[in-house]
């Protein structure tokens, strides 16, 4: 990739002379669709962002929303806020997926850390080709075992999150990684340079020529050769270094030490650099040479544009730099004083290691740098969804292959090899609707959900992304929590394809107006578009991490008791497009109407699962009912259920979920006027699940169950 003509001409326009090599590079990068989003910042103002727990909205490194505080707080001096952040490591994750999805999980991480917070939960949601590819299973293998070993070594717990797989994500896969932090509201720190004549201090790592060109390799489609040709581009994590980097922030934020920070990301230095000063309103005179560097004779270009990790940027007032690098010796870190901010522009300078003389290699307006990049006018063409085409298929074949599909099946073999409960705050584990923190400072439960389905945004783009954001909500009332806040990934393909950018634009709309029905502000996220290659665009993929709070930290739990009945609540959309019968049993429909009082909806839920009576609580989305009930039945617990119909098995319109109670008279008296409530049957002891459905009846026991839906860990094991 490189500066184009018309990208040129500005910048020469503005300087009022050519660009010098170095400043070429910065802008080709800081004007990249990866940092400038430039096709898709024309369609974020769809997103409402404002709301009373916000604190700090989009446009940092991460949000910040304040958590509501209940009388079981362990403190009551001040505040307690959360940050959220999401990132995409989708390009590095194809081309070394150990390595690529490692600092995926280090950059969100350092995110959460410039904000002054301390992290507490990740969670992945990974899409990837179709299992039964060889490559796609060696993706996988690789992104899950790179998440694994850096979110491990650093100690912070994988709660949530999901795995898909399509066949459109074969030659473009997609590692998506949410950060929830935890502070209090006096160690707030934000990503804005504060004060002319502070000190910029670089702490971490050293810089070394990994990850060059990061930001504009994210920003242009995958080649076929990108594997071998691309490896440059991908860096290379060490999270060891990263704990200690965790640990001397909390130290250097604790002392009062920073005045802002920034992580150093795309582009480099010198896209933390001059972001966090041009927020400011300031500029920066940086020495480059200054830089701790791990590799010999590296150029001025190198330097600024190398994105090796475990690095942060700080601002620190001048009286406090002798004790900011008191601090880094103290865990083993690097720490260079690099230059400091100004009144002026963006200034950088070089001096040789022959010791040349010193000579200036980057001079332009701060603001003009970080936010000059035009925005794209692309053509775009509106999705059609799909006409009526139900398939006449065998139920028990149907039953089998949606139970069984890698979709919808047990990824207790990724989550195992997560160590979830470090920390000592999961009250609620991987493996069920959400995740639930136990955040003892404000008394409060925080619950996690987060991800997408391929499958219904391929089948109606705006629909399909109402539904993820109204199926995340969902997993969080399933444990009896109101949504707090929201962060969104939007991955996407080649936006210079006018069809594709249509679906991408329906899916920014679609997310947009369900999360606003459901009263969820979008505090932050992400864009990664190009994700494209010789194999075809990906689907859209609005993925979507939602936080909500409950009082306390108890949870209804997912799989059956065995005591009550078992009724269904909320409206069927009336049709199958987008579900995984479909996908499974070929044919086609359109998407399911979603509820218009959505809202609403998901209150009484929420209230219901935290009812005495309740003693289960699941959702119905991915499979239907055919996988909700599947994944409840325990040794001990099953159900007997009969149904009217096929479809009603199957049908994934989200906003509904299964209820097992003791009182299921109180239950329709809540949901009355609110959504239709119908009985299913009641749950067993004896750990089987019977099905009738229409004149069919389907029997299974647990251990036949199990092996159904054990296919990833069968296959990877």
Same mark, same amino acid.
């Given at each position: ?218 920003? =242009?489609? %995958? $080649? #076929?050769? !990108?594997?071998?040709? @691309?490896?440059?581009? &991908?860096?290379?994590?060490? /999270? ?126 701060? =603001?003009? %740098? $970080? #936010?000059? !990049?035009?925005?794209? @006018?692309?053509?775009? &063409?509106?999705?059609?969804? /799909? ?129 606003? $029905? ?145 009182? $299921? ?53």
């Amino acid at each position: 990739m490189s500066l184009s003509d018309a990208d040129r001409e500005l910048v020469v326009a503005e300087l009022g002379r050519d660009p010098t090599p170095a400043e070429t590079v910065l802008f080709e990068n800081l004007w990249s669709e990866h940092c400038a989003y430039r096709s898709s910042r024309p369609l974020l103002s769809a997103f409402s962002s404002e709301g009373d727990q916000v604190v700090v909205g989009p446009g940092d490194d991460a949000a910040v929303v304040r958590l509501p505080t209940s009388d079981g707080a362990e403190t009551t001096d001040g505040e307690t806020y959360v940050t959220m952040g999401i990132e995409s490591h989708n390009h590095p994750s194809y081309v070394d997926p150990y390595d690529g999805a490692a600092t995926g999980v280090g950059g969100i991480v350092r995110d959460t850390l410039s904000m002054g917070a301390y992290p507490i939960a990740l969670a992945d949601s990974l899409y990837f080709g179709d299992f039964d590819r060889e490559h796609s299973r060696y993706l996988l293998e690789g992104v899950v075992e790179g998440i694994a070993d850096y979110g491990n070594a650093i100690g912070v717990p994988t709660v949530a999150g999901s795995v898909e797989f399509h066949e459109d994500y074969e030659g473009n896969p997609l590692v998506n990684v949410a950060c929830v932090g935890l502070l209090d509201a006096d160690r707030l720190v934000t990503a804005e340079a504060q004060s002319a004549g502070n000190k910029l201090v670089l702490v971490g790592n050293a810089t070394g020529r990994d990850g060059l060109g990061g930001a504009s390799f994210a920003s =242009e489609d %995958l $080649a #076929e050769d !990108a594997e071998t040709e @691309d490896r440059p581009a &991908v860096q290379v994590g060490d /999270p060891y270094s990263e704990k200690l980097l965790v640990e001397a922030n909390e130290e250097l934020v604790t002392d009062g030490l920073v005045e802002s920070a920034r992580d150093l990301g795309a582009a480099g230095l010198g896209g933390a650099s001059s972001e966090l000063v041009a927020k400011g309103g300031f500029g920066a005179e940086i020495a480059l040479d200054r830089v701790h560097q791990r590799e010999p004779n590296m150029s001025a270009l190198e330097i600024l544009l190398a994105e090796s990790q475990e690095r942060m940027c700080y601002e620190v007032r001048p009286e406090h730099v002798d004790r900011v690098a008191e601090i880094a010796e103290k865990y083993d870190l690097g720490c260079s004083v690099i230059g400091e901010v100004t009144e002026g522009n963006y200034v950088c300078t070089f001096e040789g290691s022959e010791g040349n003389q010193r000579e200036t290699v980057v001079d332009v307006p701060p =603001e003009f %740098l $970080a #936010e000059g !990049a035009p925005m794209n @006018d692309l053509d775009s &063409v509106a999705p059609e969804q /799909p006409d009526r085409d139900l398939p006449d298929a065998d139920l028990t074949a149907a039953f089998e292959a949606v139970v069984g599909s890698p979709n919808t099946a047990s990824k207790r073999w990724v989550y195992r090899q997560y160590d979830h409960e470090v920390g000592l705050r999961t009250a609620v584990r991987p493996g069920d609707d959400a995740a639930v923190m136990a955040i003892r400072d404000a008394g409060v439960g925080l619950a996690i959900s987060a991800g997408a389905n391929p499958n219904w945004t391929t089948c109606a783009p705006y629909d399909g992304a109402r539904a993820v954001a109204l199926e995340n909500a969902t997993n969080l009332a399933t444990k009896g929590a109101t949504p707090l806040a929201a962060v969104d990934c939007l991955n996407g393909g080649n936006p210079e394809k006018p069809d594709v950018y249509g679906g991408f634009e329906a899916v920014v709309d679609g997310l947009a107006d369900m999360c606003r $029905a459901l009263s969820v502000p979008v505090v932050g996220g992400n864009v990664s578009l190009y994700n494209d290659s010789v194999a075809g665009p990906i689907p859209p993929t609005p993925t979507l991490a939602v936080v909500g709070t409950k009082a306390g930290y108890e949870a209804p739990p997912a799989a059956f008791a065995g005591e009550g009945e078992l009724l269904l609540v909320g409206d069927s959309g009336g049709a199958l497009g987008g579900s995984e019968y479909l996908a499974r049993m070929g044919g086609s429909d359109a998407f399911p109407e979603l509820p218009a009082d959505a809202g609403d909806v998901l209150t009484t839920l929420a209230d219901v699962a935290d009812a005495e009576t309740t003693l289960a609580v699941h959702d119905v989305s991915h499979g239907g009912l055919a996988v909700s009930l599947a994944e409840m039945v325990t040794a001990d617990a099953g159900a007997d259920v009969a149904l009217d119909s096929v479809f009603t098995l199957f049908d994934e319109t989200p906003g509904r979920a299964v209820v097992e109670t003791t009182d $299921a008279d109180a239950v329709r008296e809540a949901f009355d006027g609110v959504a239709p409530v119908t009985t299913l049957g009641a749950a067993t002891d004896d750990g089987r699940l019977s099905l009738s459905v229409a004149d069919e009846t389907l029997d299974y026991g647990v251990n036949e169950i199990v092996d159904l839906r054990d296919v990833i860990a069968r296959e990877l094991d």
